[in-house]
């Protein structure tokens, strides 16, 4: 499956946060790292989208979309700064 | 512009094929008369919905290819194994509508009015797309920042918007990397994109330019990884990655 990057969730991520989120400041939980979303690592085709640290490859977010609702898993991150 | 972020909902909105324009066998741009559209930067992108009588929806995301300040445009690959694209290159037509939202990203941009670094793009076939609209604005507002345009694709017929490029060629150099079939005579780079071609195109670190390099992954990565070898500090390289060859 291919990789794509935090860019591609672009979309979801304003319907999820209210605001563009693609140029946000994220650090990773696991490692530290601290970048741009639009870095992070992503497979939108995964049982719901998982988006990977560039760095380490920790799990930092995942959002599964259902019945119109999206449910989002934040834990992988330590810090998620809006720009 | 630069810096603001303008909070507003992002909703789904129909927009009505104003044309089509085939730019290669493969490859179709879409131009979109939008009502409510907001404006878009250089760089970004929008979401298309596609929705079957059975209710079963399909969303892709699609890079912008016109100017800030002209009619929203997207340029869509055909994927022959894809189940949003062959619709959009070879079923839809002036007149049909489309749902979509946008625009999207605030990293992937790039804003004239803030520009003063030499610019380098970097694409790997359709990954040509925003870096189209990026030209385009550049050219549009008459700043005077320099542009070097770096274009890896498999053979000049899959050069998408290739006769606009030439049009550049005057105020943004061109360099094409063809990594499968060149023609008799051809005395450009062969093959994908190397360290040598990367040292031999890109502004010198000193100059303190900006990257924006948009492509297949591995392309992405390995013009990513280059640039930051040759000194590029990498909040300014920005990346967009397609995913596997072909694009999204």
């Known amino acids: ?83 | 512009m630069a810096g603001t972020a303008v909070r507003r909902r992002l909703t789904w909105q129909v927009a009505t094929v104003a044309a089509v324009f085939d730019e290669t066998a493969t490859v179709r741009t879409i131009e979109l008369g939008a009502p409510d559209w907001a404006g878009h930067r250089a760089g970004q992108h929008l979401d298309v919905r596609l929705t079957a009588e059975n209710g079963y929806t399909a969303e892709r995301s699609y890079s912008i290819a016109s100017a800030p300040g002209e009619p929203v445009a997207i340029t869509v690959q055909r994927l022959d194994d894809g189940e949003v694209s062959p619709y959009l290159t070879t079923e839809l037509r002036a007149g049909d509508e489309l749902e979509v939202r946008g625009p999207i990203g605030g990293y992937f941009v790039w804003d004239a009015d803030a520009a003063a670094s030499p610019l380098l793009l970097a694409a790997g076939g359709s990954g040509i797309v925003p870096l189209r609209s990026i030209l385009r604005h550049r050219a549009r507002s008459g700043t005077a920042v320099p542009a070097r345009l770096l274009y890896s694709v498999r053979s000049l017929p899959d050069v998408i918007y290739r006769s606009e490029l030439d049009q550049y060629a005057a105020s943004a150099s061109v360099t094409y990397a063809l990594t499968r079939q060149a023609p008799p005579g051809w005395t450009g780079h062969r093959g994908r994109v190397n360290a040598a071609l990367l040292a031999d195109v890109a502004w010198p670190a000193g100059r303190d330019p900006v990257a924006y390099v948009c492509g297949p992954t591995s392309f992405v990565e390995t013009v990513a990884e280059g640039l930051v070898s040759l000194g590029y500090p990498p909040p300014q390289v920005k990346t967009e990655r397609f995913g596997g060859p072909g694009g999204p």
Do not use: Q, W, Y
């Open chain 1, 1 to 83: 499956m291919d990789a794509l990057d935090g860019n591609a969730i672009g979309g979801v991520l304003h319907e999820v946060f209210g605001t563009e989120m693609t140029a946000a400041t994220a650090t990773c939980a696991s490692c530290g790292a601290t970048g741009p979303v639009a870095l992070f690592t992503v497979f939108l085709r995964a049982p719901g989208i998982v988006a990977r640290c560039r760095v380490c490859s920790a799990v930092v977010m995942v959002i599964v979309s259902a019945k119109g609702m999206n449910c989002v898993d934040l834990r992988g991150l330590a810090r998620l700064d809006a720009a």
